[in-house]
């Protein structure tokens, strides 16, 4: 009796791929027998998911030869990663048939347990002959020399004299260990990583910087790296160079066409060749199709900094109380993130916050208050946070102004001598509590008068002062000796837990609050 076997999604899915070709279903069934010899058929199910029976756990299903999978060969992977690439370059450039099975990487098919009967690795490729006796072969380079050993008696893609093959060799074996590894994580911390680490892209960067510098000192001194033509020592490293080229290194400053000009055009002789542009091309096409879907997805706005701090945190409010929805990208001042060379590309100023408004161009901000004003003049059209009565805006910008350069840099230096300073100073100490209070007076005189700073109503001048405020009542004054907020300054104490009670506000210090409990147990 013929089994049921899931092969993986449509859209993933090559017709050649032991299937007939089907536009509008969304999933395959291939039948085989209980000894997976013999296709039976295909069974094409409605895209109506209710329409669907209980699968089994998803399975690749292996693909034997039948009239109606005639190609010899099998080759397990997406042709978008450089390995399986590799491969699907030398199979097309000896002129060899095949069958492109897709592997479901983030959905885990590369470990599960069909995949790894075929590599035990869990790595894309793998390579099954169907004309021998359906050997199995992994690891690109392995399959690579396969292939040539086998298939290439005409000597187009290696080579005859012995010595060339075992030069041949030893760059299949440099680009597997020094390229791909090397190259692979540059990948990994330019886009997949959790957390932007800037020096553990530079290193990776400058890894890719020192293989080229080694291909372009020998190809200074020939055309190809073995044999005098091109083989698949050459071939095996252009997937690889393609996205260092395009991706990897952006931010380095280094001209690979200027300082490197014999690997450069070796790379473009090589990319020139049909099949390597037909592949190249549809990276291109895909990596295109991957990063507008990405775009589409993305949230409008890039927030540099984490909440915690004052400032950062102030921005993250004034967000999310317009609906704005960002992403946020934490900078570790601890390890001086905020001084490394990508983020002064933003804030050349070297301090959070930073923000990057995607939906206008990737127009990049910095200065807290700037940043506030930029939105509420953008994206507050209905004036919630913000004024239409131009005497009014330049009180707003009073405000904004004085918590600038009153409020921020004196309870900044509170803390600085209470937690950051080599010594403890008592008198530098108080001299900034002593200023912290003054700014409360200042404060508390004008909100003796009124509920808000400015048309009556909450304001972005409003906002700025909570996360100062908050760490002066918490921690600035905490000790102060004779210091009763709510005694001494009501409309203020008032004022300040009124914004404390919005949502918004009270999210963003609950994460503050957290992050300095963690801290406090960690010392």
Known sequence: ??????????????????????????????????????MVGIELLSHDSADLPPLPAPALAFCPMTSANSKPFTLYGDVLPPSPMNVAIVLNELGLEYNLAPVDIPGGEHKGPEFTKLNPNGRIPALVDHTNGDFVI???????????????????????????????????????????????????????????????????????????????SVLSKQDWLVGGKVTVADLCFVPWNEGALNMFLN??????????PSFYKWHKALTQRPVVAKFMALQAQRLKEIQDKAMSQAKPFTLYGSVEPPNPMKIAIVLEELGLEHDIIPIELSKREHKEPEFLKLNPNGRVPALVDHSNGDFVIWESNAILLYLVERYDKEHKLSVSDANENYALLQWLFFQASGQGPYFGQAVWFMRGHREKLPSAIERYQKEAIRVI???????????????????????????????????????????????????FSKWHNRMCARPTVAKQLAIRNEYMRKLQEGN
Request: proline share 4%.
């Open 441 to 491: 007076e200042v404060l508390e005189s004008v909100l003796s008068k009124q509920e808000w700073l400015v048309a009556g109503k909450m304001t972005i001048a409003d906002l700025s002062f909570v996360p100062w405020n908050d760490i002066a009542l918490t921690a600035i004054l905490k000790d102060f000796e004779g210091f009763d907020v709510d005694q001494q300054f009501p409309a």
């Open 138 to 216: 992994w690891e690109s380079g392995a399959i690579i020399l396969y292939l040539v050993e086998r298939y290439d008696k005409d000597k187009k893609l290696s080579v005859t004299a012995i010595d060339d093959k075992f030069v041949m060799i030893q760059w299949l074996f440099f680009q597997t260990s020094g390229q791909g590894p090397y190259y692979g994580q540059a990948a990994w911390f330019t886009r997949y990583h959790p957390e932007k680490i800037p020096s553990a892209i530079e290193r990776y960067q400058k890894e890719i910087v020192r293989v080229i510098s080694v291909l372009d």
């Open 1 to 38: 009796m013929p089994t049921v076997r899931y092969i993986s999604s449509l859209s993933g899915i090559s017709p050649n791929v032991c299937t007939s070709t089907v536009a509008t279903f969304w999933r395959y069934y291939i039948l085989v027998s209980s000894e997976a010899k013999v």
């Open 251 to 260: 931010g380095l400053e280094v001209d690979v066409q200027g300082q490197y």
